[in-house]
Nanobody
């Protein structure tokens, strides 16, 4: 069974940095895309960044220039480097993997999430 597990979330002061990691297990294939989402308390879950293949393909405007997504495709691992964190970045961050297997169908996996709290 495929599982994703995030780590690295903690409480930091505004202006600080964190690096989130997402490690997968149980997969027999390389994920088409991996991404980071976040959900702040009382708000809808939003897409933060996406990596397809070896390249970043999307950053939310709110994090562009501050966050960097990267992948290690062989291990189906994805990272999110977060710099100059702001209180508005406080949220639970989720790892996602999705794509399509030829003649099988679509897949969409999620991790449990890791809490990032940024204090003023």
């Amino acid at each position: 069974q495929v599982q994703l597990e995030e780590s690295g979330g903690t409480q930091v002061e505004a202006g600080g940095s964190l690096r989130l990691s997402c490690i997968s297990s149980g997969s027999r294939f390389r994920f088409d895309s991996m991404a980071w989402y976040r959900q702040a308390r009382g708000k809808q879950r939003e897409l933060v960044a996406t990596a397809t293949g070896n390249n970043p393909t999307y950053y939310a405007d709110s994090v562009k220039g501050r966050f960097t997504i990267s992948r290690h495709n062989t291990r189906n691992t994805v990272y999110l480097q977060m710099d100059n964190l702001q209180p508005e970045d406080t949220a639970v961050y989720f790892c996602n993997a999705r794509g399509t297997i030829y003649r099988v169908g679509d897949y969409d996996y999620w991790g449990q999430g890791t809490q990032v709290t940024v204090s003023s």
